[in-house]
């Protein structure tokens, strides 16, 4: 029978190096053995089973993972919109574990962005495109007649960046839903965030619109050089990134890489995926499912060191 760590287990696991100086001291996001439990009715399920990520300043990247993986909890907790049980969890500098209530909103207001999957929940109704990106500036700060007009300003910038400029005097309901997600994103620049969160953005898009929502994000971050980290189960939006980063059972399992490549002899440029299983702290890693299932790999298996390598082969000992 699989047991799974107590919520004191995983503590105490997560506590011991978290501190440890070299671990993502120049990444933009760095996540260190990050837990989240929640608690209901005397049952603990763990979201979060000590997650390592690191994200560097100006990436592209997407995290995918199946229902209940842990995915939107992690999002939740780098927007600061949830707290970490357990480990440590950094962005742009703010400790996310230790920020007080004020710290949490001037947070959300001044280093991230984020965009929903629903549509509708990204734009005030009864304001147009043009006064949608204009509010978080003006929340922020700055009431005087020349803010107002710096902040006018920047909002239709950022709209014509994103190619919706036509929609300025426009309503939500006045748009489509792809005009609607390319002015949420709008919204969530406004403030020059260090990071920009989209959570499901093209999940209520047909295919085609989706490729405009996510040419947006591609836009944003070549032009404004934000970094993007993106939740999606659109395998077409994820194939679009240099980096993907599955999620499962609450720990990153395993990483696809993209690279450009160009043959010699004939001049044309290829991209190239690799897939990588993540490595934690302690050595452990996952494997993909498919893997072990071809190989009848379960419980245990056999590790060989080889000068440039390590084997990982099926049980082979004699169990009678």
Request: include cysteine.
């Amino acid at each position: 029978m699989t047991t799974h760590p107590t919520l004191a287990d995983l503590a105490r696991r997560v506590s011991a190096d978290r501190n440890h100086p070299a671990f993502g001291h120049d990444a933009l996001i760095t996540c260190d053995r990050l837990v989240r439990v929640f608690t209901a009715d005397g049952v603990e399920v763990q979201a979060l089973q000590g997650l390592d990520l690191l994200v560097r300043e100006g990436e592209l990247m997407a995290l995918v993972g199946a229902s209940g993986s842990g995915k939107s909890t992690l999002m939740n907790i780098l927007a600061g919109l949830d707290t970490p049980t357990a480990g440590a969890a950094r962005v742009a500098g703010r400790d996310l574990l230790t920020m007080t209530a004020k710290d949490r909103l001037a947070y959300r207001r001044e280093v991230v962005g984020f965009v929903w999957q629903q549509t509708a929940r990204n734009l005030l109704p009864y304001l147009t495109s043009a006064q949608n990106v204009a509010l978080p500036m003006r929340l922020r700060g700055g009431r005087g007649r020349a803010a107002r007009r710096a902040s006018a300003e920047r909002a239709l910038e950022l709209l014509d960046l994103l190619e919706v400029a036509d929609c300025r005097d426009r309503r939500p309901h006045e748009m489509s839903g792809g005009q609607q997600q390319r002015v949420a994103i709008a919204v969530a620049l406004a403030n020059e965030p260090s990071v920009l969160l989209a959570d499901e953005p093209t999940g209520e898009l047909d295919s085609h619109t989706a490729e405009q929502i996510f040419a947006a994000f591609r836009t944003a971050n070549e032009r404004l050089g934000t970094t993007i980290v993106i939740v999606t189960h659109d395998q077409a939006v994820a194939s679009e990134v240099r980096r993907t980063v599955a999620i499962r059972d609450g720990r990153t399992s395993t990483e696809v890489l993209r690279r450009s490549e160009v043959d010699e002899a004939t001049g044309h440029e290829t991209l190239v995926a690799r897939e990588y299983a993540m490595l934690d702290r302690a050595g452990r890693l996952q494997l993909p499912a498919e893997y072990t299932q071809a190989l009848g790999m379960r419980d245990r298996v056999a590790l060989e060191l080889e000068p440039d390598h390590i084997a990982v082969r099926p049980d082979d000992s004699d169990h009678g």
